[in-house]
């Protein structure tokens, strides 16, 4: 079983949808979530990053993390065509004198006018 | 504000042929730099992190070496190219907090 779980998709929507991404994971010791949106032969892009358990709020974007069902979501509103990349969780933890980051493997996202 | 470069954007070399791949942060400094290699269609794989000038450790057993010759430099390198060797290549940094910032990577086919 993989430490993180990611649906790859594709996952295609129509501009103005709401979009749901979600991550599921097994080692409790993650502390850190993290959201990354990644361009075609670009490199990842921090979106969100959230401790604790609840939701946090930026603009069109959402992320909810639940501890307890070890389980993280980003939320996209009003989701635009420029929104279209992919889409990669992230999840850290101290080891070894630093923080690991462990990633899922990224759900591509398709918004069209 | 901090910013990460990274060169070549792409490139492609021969099996068996030398590698040497630059990562280079301004902006900040003492960061924690980190090398991910990325197939098509998965998730990062961290191959490389260092935590200070000449400190690295590797977290895969490679056909990779990697060096830290100076504070904000980070350079991946092989001496014989495999042809799994291709894929995306990205340089990280951090310090001090658990997010990652990531460079613009380099592509790397190997022929």
Known sequence: QKEVEQDPGPLSVPEGAIVSLN????????????????????????????YSSGNKEDGRFTAQVDKSS?????????????????????????SGGYNKLIFGAGTRLAVHP | SQTIHQWPATLVQPVGSPLSLECTVEGTSNPNLYWYRQAAGRGL???????????IS????????????????????????LLSDSGFYLCAWNR??????????????VT
């Open chain 1, 70 to 94: 070890k389980y993280i979501s980003l939320f996209i509103r009003d989701s635009q065509p420029s929104d279209s990349a992919t889409y990669l969780c992230a999840m850290s933890f101290p």
């Open chain 2, 96 to 109: 001090g907090s658990y997010e990652q910032y990531f460079g613009p990577g380099t592509r790397l086919t």
């Open chain 2, 58 to 81: 590797s977290e895969v057993p490679q056909n990779l070496s990697a060096s830290r010759p100076q504070d904000r430099q980070f350079i991946l390198s092989s001496k014989k190219l």
């Open chain 2, 45 to 55: 794989q961290l191959l490389f992190y260092s935590v200070g000038i000449g400190q």
């Open chain 1, 23 to 50: 991550c599921t994971y097994s080692n409790s010791a993650f502390q850190y979530f993290m959201w990354y949106r990644q361009y075609s032969r670009k490199g990842p892009e921090l979106l969100m990053y959230t």
